[in-house]
């Protein structure tokens, strides 16, 4: 089967610069430029948009000894962005929230929902078929399936989930480097294997080389 849409679910903004530079990027989703510690905090989410988004919880705290505005925390502490001035982005989140279940609720053809898991984050089955579950309460008839691409510091690390509508796969530590702040993007190489292995079709995946991205300061305005 093929994909021809990608929605990215966390964990950081390393998937965004990733997706930028494949020009695969589209609007910005309701994932893109927080950190989600887990499949579980995303999954929390889209059930609460899903049947009640009044009960979503957006705090803030004072950033400005950082030169940030805000960090902004979604439900607690498990999901949270220093990217954003909590007032305007009430707002930026419900636009973002309602695109999400729009995107499930009407899109034509198969959606490739991607995840870049960290170091250590825990991963299971359930997690994926309680991710599952949340999607198909959306949308019952929908097709897509699950990327989860682990960063691990050895091979023999890698716990593989296997289900039909999952492809996993790893990035070692030796081909991750930090390009920027915190963020570690690997070679984009690795990444184009996993999409095109996943079956997300697109001309925008031909003719990349497989050097390491260049991601440069005027790359962090675009996240709005």
């Known amino acids: 089967m093929e994909y021809n849409k990608i929605i990215p679910i966390g964990y950081g ?3 965004s610069f ?18 989600t510690k887990s499949l579980d905090d995303v999954t929390n989410l889209i059930n609460m948009i899903t049947n009640d988004i009044s009960n979503v919880n957006i705090s803030k705290i004072d950033m400005s000894s950082f030169n940030q505005i805000h960090r902004i925390y979604i439900n607690g502490e498990n999901m949270f962005s220093d990217h954003y001035d909590y007032n305007e982005y009430i707002k930026i989140f419900e636009r973002r929230a309602k695109r999400f279940i729009n995107d499930i609720q009407t899109h034509n053809g198969n959606i490739l929902f991607v995840r870049n898991l960290d170091y250590n984050e825990n991963i299971s089955s359930d997690m994926v078929d309680n991710f599952n579950k949340s999607i198909h309460n959306i949308n019952p008839n929908l097709n897509f399936k699950l990327l989860l691409v682990s960063n691990v510091l050895k091979k023999y690390k890698f716990n593989k989930i296997t289900s039909d509508n ?3 796969t790893y ?3 030796k081909d991750i480097k930090c390009v920027y702040w915190f963020q570690k993007t690997p070679q984009i190489n690795l990444w184009l294997d996993a999409f095109k292995q996943a079956g997300f079709v697109s001309h925008s995946l031909d003719d990349f080389n497989n050097d390491f991205l260049n991601v440069n300061d005027n790359d962090v305005k675009f996240w709005k």
Do not use: D, M, P, Q
């Not at 997706?19 to 893109?32: A, G, V």
């Open 13 to 15: 903004c390393g998937i």
């Open 18 to 35: 990733v997706l930028k530079h494949l020009n695969l990027r589209k609007e910005t989703s309701l994932f893109e430029w927080f950190v």
């Open 166 to 168: 999952v492809f996993h």
């Open 171 to 173: 990035i070692a530590k």
